[in-house]
């Protein structure tokens, strides 16, 4: 393959990944909108955003597994395609719990996109330029999750919030292209083809319950049988996954991962990261645009400093760790 159909191919796979990490923020900064649009409250509208970051959670291993067996081009290309479908049908929702609904499939469409640019990209430069290509995709990673409600609030400055999913769909188009044209099938032979449903099972249960209860506990009143419900739900099924990896022959989770110590205190940092930085920042919208009364481009300009920090720091940080 010429350098210029791996270029192409390269360009296609990193903007299937940047918009599947990208829709995990941007549509922050449009809840306040939506709320209005759909006249919701706030943890209705919320759940728009908290689902899509839920599906990729659940289904991203799942995904990659999957791609690894039945070949990574091919499974790629589904998931480009299902997340640009739902996109379009998230654009064209007629209600809140339509919308909500097609968010959860547009995850799925991102959980494909997200682990499948490394490998692909190995595959196509070959493994000596391997800190290229994770760094490179690190990158771009970084400025979709971190420059979302930015981008967001541009685009809400010239049109409404359903082109934040609108966009995606010519995007979409261009990547499915691309890899069609830059992009060749490869498998990954070493792994086993048995996958983990069980687990996954029990992962969807046990995360569901938990949004569940944490998103509505306010509104139902914490000590109510359906909240507490949720609680010991989740427990139970937090018990039964952990005892499902341990004896299922390729668990979703290997659980002796969490022996590596670099491992186990990397997971924690990005948990910390996720409840301190991206978290509130689903507050923060509703904060500028529904008390302070500012714009969503005026909110995009408050946000746009951390943003840039983030997107600066991580793939600076990977470099430090690279080096040391």
Same mark, same amino acid.
């Given at each position: 393959?010429?350098?210029?159909?791996?270029?192409? @191919?390269?360009?296609?796979?990193?903007? &299937?990944?940047?918009?599947?990490?990208?829709? &995990?923020?941007?549509?922050?900064? &449009?809840?306040?909108?939506?709320?209005?649009?759909?006249?919701?409250?706030?943890?209705?509208?919320?759940?728009?955003?908290?689902?899509?970051?839920?599906?990729?959670?659940? +289904?991203?291993?799942?995904?990659?597994?999957?791609?690894?067996?039945? @070949?990574?081009?091919?499974?790629?290309?589904?998931?480009?395609?299902?997340?640009?479908?739902?996109? +379009?049908?998230?654009?064209?929702?007629?209600?809140? %719990?339509?919308?909500?609904?097609?968010?959860?499939?547009?995850?799925?469409?991102?959980?494909? !996109?997200?682990?499948?640019?490394?490998?692909?990209?190995?595959? !196509?430069?070959?493994?000596?330029?391997?800190?290229?290509?994770?760094?490179?995709?690190?990158?771009?990673?970084?400025? &979709?999750?971190?420059?979302?409600?930015?981008?967001?609030? *541009?685009?809400?400055?010239?049109?409404?919030?359903?082109?934040?999913?609108?966009? %995606?769909?010519?995007?979409?188009?261009?990547? +499915?292209?691309?890899?069609?044209?830059?992009?060749?099938?490869?498998?990954?032979?070493?792994?086993?083809?048995?996958?983990?449903?069980? @687990?996954?099972?029990?992962?969807?249960?046990?995360?569901?319950?938990?949004?569940?209860?944490?998103?509505?506990?306010?509104?139902? @009143?914490?000590?109510?049988?359906?909240?507490?419900?949720?609680?010991?739900?989740?427990?139970?099924?937090?018990? !039964?996954?952990?005892?499902?990896?341990?004896?299922?022959?390729?668990?979703?989770?290997?659980?002796?991962?969490?022996?590596?110590?670099?491992?186990?205190?990397?997971? *924690?940092?990005?948990?910390?990261?996720?409840?301190?930085?991206?978290?509130?920042?689903?507050?923060?919208?509703?904060?500028?645009? %529904? *008390?302070?009364?500012?714009?969503?481009?005026?909110?995009?300009?408050?946000?746009?400093?951390?943003?840039?920090?983030?997107?600066?720091?991580?793939? !600076?940080?990977?470099?430090?760790?690279?080096? %040391?």
């Amino acid at each position: 393959m010429s350098k210029i159909n791996k270029m192409i @191919g390269f360009s296609g796979l990193v903007l &299937a990944m940047f918009m599947g990490a990208l829709d &995990a923020t941007i549509v922050n900064i &449009a809840l306040p909108d939506i709320m209005k649009s759909f006249n919701s409250g706030l943890t209705e509208t919320t759940w728009v955003a908290t689902i899509y970051v839920l599906s990729m959670a659940v +289904f991203m291993i799942t995904a990659a597994k999957i791609a690894d067996i039945c @070949g990574r081009k091919l499974i790629i290309l589904i998931g480009v395609l299902l997340f640009g479908a739902f996109s +379009f049908a998230c654009m064209t929702a007629s209600s809140l %719990n339509l919308l909500i609904s097609f968010r959860f499939i547009q995850g799925i469409g991102g959980a494909i !996109l997200t682990p499948i640019v490394l490998p692909m990209g190995i595959e !196509l430069f070959g493994k000596e330029n391997t800190s290229k290509v994770s760094a490179i995709i690190g990158v771009f990673s970084a400025l &979709a999750a971190a420059g979302g409600p930015a981008l967001g609030g *541009v685009i809400l400055n010239w049109a409404s919030w359903r082109w934040i999913f609108g966009i %995606n769909v010519p995007i979409s188009l261009v990547a +499915f292209l691309a890899i069609i044209i830059g992009t060749q099938e490869s498998y990954d032979h070493s792994i086993s083809k048995k996958i983990d449903w069980l @687990g996954m099972a029990f992962l969807i249960v046990t995360m569901g319950s938990l949004t569940f209860g944490l998103l509505e506990g306010h509104q139902y @009143g914490w000590t109510s049988t359906i909240i507490i419900s949720c609680f010991v739900t989740f427990f139970i099924g937090l018990a !039964l996954f952990i005892i499902t990896e341990h004896f299922v022959g390729s668990p979703i989770v290997p659980l002796n991962l969490f022996r590596e110590t670099t491992f186990t205190a990397s997971s *924690v940092a990005y948990l910390v990261f996720g409840f301190t930085i991206i978290g509130p920042s689903l507050i923060l919208n509703y904060f500028l645009q %529904n *008390v302070r009364n500012y714009s969503a481009l005026h909110s995009a300009y408050l946000i746009i400093p951390a943003s840039l920090a983030i997107s600066i720091s991580m793939p !600076l940080a990977t470099k430090m760790y690279q080096k %040391n």
